[in-house]
């Protein structure tokens, strides 16, 4: 019988980053991002760009929104996990500010365009409203991994 | 890519050439391009993003603001091609009001003033 916990010849694939909540960084962490996803996942172009700019929608609004009310801005982090059995890449943005009221008419219409980009780019997107933070949870299905040999490095 | 704005003027149309990523960081800069060429009141302005790789919502709302300003007169259209730029376009409707071509040789035979 298989040792039920016998590690899994292909590892997941994790990017782990925190950043300044601010704009260039931002710009930053995402570039590293797309070239972490380009150097282990096997997605056409369009796929890239809809998971970037997903994932940017999600680090503009931390940067934009998160920490408005306070005097210097605070961190957005990202969290970046491919499963190798699953195929789903799961991506978590997370800061630790209290975004604007979440009244619909005050909305940037900027804002209301990342959020619903956020829905239509990924397979599954949840908000969450936390008592220190906000995070976004963005869900990307059937994301093929770039074939690795066993007891290569994963981490990024 | 750095991020780069220029302006050229064809006949009487005026082609904003946009390169490299368009997000929070740079959009302002975008926005003050466009204001200037705008600014001067031609017929057409053609936002040209065929040198971008990357386009997020505050670039979109750069778009939409200055196809606003365009006013009565004016008019603003937009040329990309590709993942990066035009299908986010298409995605969120920006297209249903904004023209996009997928090449300038194209914009310029279609808004010819």
Not at chain 1, 29 to 35: E, G, K, S, T, W
Not at chain 1, 49 to 63: G, K, M, Q, R, W
Not at chain 2, 37 to 55: A, M, N, T, Y
Request: glycine share 8%; aromatic share 4%; hydrophobic share 45%.
């Amino acid at each position: 019988m298989d040792a039920p916990d016998r590690p899994s010849p292909i590892a997941d694939a994790r990017f782990v980053r925190e950043v300044d909540a601010d704009a260039r960084a931002v710009a930053g962490v995402r570039n590293q991002f797309a070239q972490w996803i380009r150097s282990h996942l096997v997605l056409d172009e369009e796929r890239v760009s809809d998971i970037v700019l997903a994932v940017n929608e999600a680090l503009a609004n931390s940067a934009e929104f998160a920490y408005v009310t306070m005097a210097e801005p605070g961190t957005v982090s990202v969290e970046a996990v491919h499963s190798a059995v699953t195929g789903s890449l799961v991506v978590v943005i997370a800061d630790h500010g209290v975004w604007y009221d979440e009244d619909p008419t005050e909305r940037s219409r900027t804002r209301g365009r990342g959020i619903s980009l956020m829905e239509t780019l990924s397979d599954d997107v949840t908000f969450e409203r936390l008592a220190d933070g906000t995070r976004v949870r963005l869900l990307f299905a059937d994301c093929a991994a770039v074939p690795k040999l066993p007891g290569a490095l994963s981490e990024a | 890519m750095t991020f780069a704005v220029g302006e050229k003027t064809v006949g009487n149309v005026v082609v904003v050439s946009v390169r490299g990523a368009i997000d929070m960081l740079t959009a302002p800069q975008l926005a003050d391009g466009i204001r200037a060429s705008q600014g001067r009141g031609p017929k057409v302005v053609i936002v040209d993003l065929s040198e971008v790789d990357f386009l997020a919502s505050a670039g979109m709302q750069v778009l939409v603001a200055a196809n606003e300003n365009a006013g009565p007169d004016g008019r603003l259209v937009v040329v990309a091609d590709g993942p990066a730029t035009s299908r986010p376009l298409k995605i969120t409707g920006i297209t249903d009001f904004i023209a996009l071509y997928p090449t300038l040789d194209e914009a310029l035979e279609n808004v010819a003033v």
